[in-house]
C-alpha cells in the first residue's frame, strides 16, 4: 500500500539537504552573499533555487530520512560544508583581484587613503576597491553567477555527501588557494614591477643630488606612473579576471573530486 507520509517525509529529506547546500553557498559565494542583499531574499531564492534543483539531483541524495539523529545532522553539515566550499572557492576570484590590488596601492603610497566599505566590514584602499568592482562587472558580464549554479548542480553528482573525505580536504584546499595568490601576484605585477623601478631611479637620484626633496618630489610622480600603467595594463587585468571566471567551474570540480573518498 502506498505509504503517504513516508512519501512526504522521503521528500522533504530530499528538498532539507539540497536546500542546506544551496543555502550555505549563499553565505560565501560572490553576488549572492553580498552585504546587499537581504537574509529575506537569500533564503526566498535558496528555497525556490532548491525545489528546482530537486528533481535533477533527486538521484544523488540518500534514498530515505536516516533512522539515526546523528547521522541526520552529520549529512546536513557535510551538505553545508560543501557548499561553503564551493562559494568560497568561487569567491578567492575577488580575493586574487584584491591581494594584487592592495599590492599596488602598497607601491603606489594609498595605504594611508583607505576607508571603510561596510562590504567588507573593514577598510579598503583606493585601487583594490576599483579593481574589486571592476571584476565584479567583469563577473556578470561574463555569466560567472549562472556558472556557479550549473558547478553548484553538477556537485550534486560530483560529490554527493556520503563521498565527502574531509581528511582529503585541507590538500586539495590548500592547492586552489595556492593558485588564486600566484594570480593576485601575477595582476599586481606589472604595476609592482614598474613602480619599483621608479623606487630605484629616485634612490640613485637621491645619491647624486642629496640636497632634492627625493620623497616630495617622488611620491606625486609615483601617483602619476601607477595611474599610466593601471591604464595601460586594464586590458591584462580583463583577460586574467575573466580567464579566472570562465576557469571558476573547472577550480570547483578539482576541489570536489580531491576531496572524493
Known sequence: MFDLAAFSADAFWGFLQVFVRVSSLFVTAPVFG???????AKIGLAAVLSLVLLPLVKSTLGPSVPGSLYLMVGTLLGQALIGLLIGF???????????????????MGFTQAATFNPQ????????????????MVL???ANGHWLL????????GLLPVAQLSVARLVGSFTDISFGML????????????????????????NRAMPS???????????????????????????FSISHLVAGSPDQVAVLLRGIHK
Do not use: C, H, W
Not at 553580498?34 to 529575506?40: G, T
Not at 578567492?92 to 607601491?107: K, N, P, S, T
Not at 567588507?120 to 571584476?135: K, M
Not at 601576484?185 to 623601478?197: D, E, N, R, T
Open 120 to 135: 567588507f566590514n573593514e577598510t579598503v584602499s583606493p585601487i583594490a576597491s576599483f579593481q574589486y568592482r571592476y571584476a
Open 182 to 205: 600566484v594570480a593576485g601576484l601575477q595582476i599586481a605585477a606589472p604595476a609592482a614591477a614598474v613602480l619599483l623601478v621608479t623606487d630605484i631611479a629616485f634612490a640613485f637620484l
Open 89 to 107: 572557492v568561487v569567491s578567492l576570484i575577488f580575493v586574487a583581484v584584491r591581494v594584487g590590488g592592495d599590492l599596488i596601492d602598497y607601491q
Open 212 to 238: 632634492m626633496q627625493v620623497f616630495y618630489v617622488g611620491m606625486p610622480v609615483k601617483v602619476i606612473v601607477g595611474f599610466v600603467i593601471l591604464i595601460a595594463i586594464l586590458p591584462l587585468l580583463t
Open 139 to 141: 563577473y556578470l558580464i
Open 149 to 156: 549554479l550549473a558547478s553548484l548542480e553538477r556537485s550534486f
Open 34 to 40: 553580498s552585504r546587499e542583499v537581504p537574509p529575506q
